[in-house]
């Protein structure tokens, strides 16, 4: 029996997470593409949406080495985790009849990439602060982003960069660096539960 994929694996630590009962397999939803494939932003993690009568399609674009068995680099796996968590979060808001907006979907990424990496299996450890702290630095300090401040999509990846720091800053602060994990899983799920406006005041009371 083979062993489940990255992304598989990462779904499912997110449903576990979340409270999520059922969503439907990331993995039936996956088209490799290589680095050279233009329309696909270099190569990234892209998730397509269609919307028609018959209701919405997607279709999650990631690197053809994000499928390959051996580990990934830390970039390639901060894709993996973006596209599945894109890829959740709307298959959970149709399932719950809820809209999602764009900043909502990069919000709520940028928030599963912190939590897979310093609290979840990635992390392949307890809670540590100092730990933490790099990871964090990595995900929201050392960024380069693809658009530039002053467009649409520069606009919405800094504000979700900036709400997720503070959200992740809290939940250290308030749970982790305290032992209350049941609690930050609570605040996770309320969070994750959240449209746009809640998340972002959530965030900002951080």
Avoid: W
Avoid at 12 to 17: D, F, M, N, R
Avoid at 155 to 174: Q, V
Wanted: hydrophobic fraction near 45%; charged fraction near 30%; include cysteine.
């Amino acid at each position: 029996m083979m062993a489940p994929s990255l992304p598989a694996r990462i779904q499912a630590e997110l449903c576990h997470t979340y409270g999520i009962p059922e969503a439907p397999p990331v993995e039936d939803f996956i088209q490799p593409i290589d680095e050279a494939d233009e329309a696909d932003e270099a190569g990234r993690e892209v998730l397509f949406v269609r919307e028609d009568e018959d209701g919405v399609s997607l279709a999650l674009h990631l690197p053809r080495a994000a499928l390959e068995p051996k580990s990934p680099p830390f970039d390639l796996l901060c894709q993996v985790v973006e596209g599945v968590s894109h890829f959740l979060y709307l298959a959970e808001r149709a399932r719950r009849e809820l809209p999602a907006t764009q900043l909502e979907l990069e919000l709520q990424a940028e928030v599963d990439k912190y939590v897979l990496l310093v609290h979840g299996p990635l992390a392949a450890r307890r809670f540590d602060p100092a730990r933490a702290a790099r990871i964090r630095a990595r995900l929201f300090e050392a960024v380069v982003y693809l658009h530039p401040p002053g467009t649409e999509r520069g606009d919405r990846y800094r504000l979700a960069n900036d709400l997720a720091a503070r959200f992740a800053g809290r939940l250290e602060e308030s749970f982790a660096r305290r032992g209350h994990f049941d609690r930050m899983r609570r605040a996770l799920r309320s969070f994750y539960a959240a449209g746009q406006s809640d998340k972002i005041t959530l965030a900002r009371a951080a």
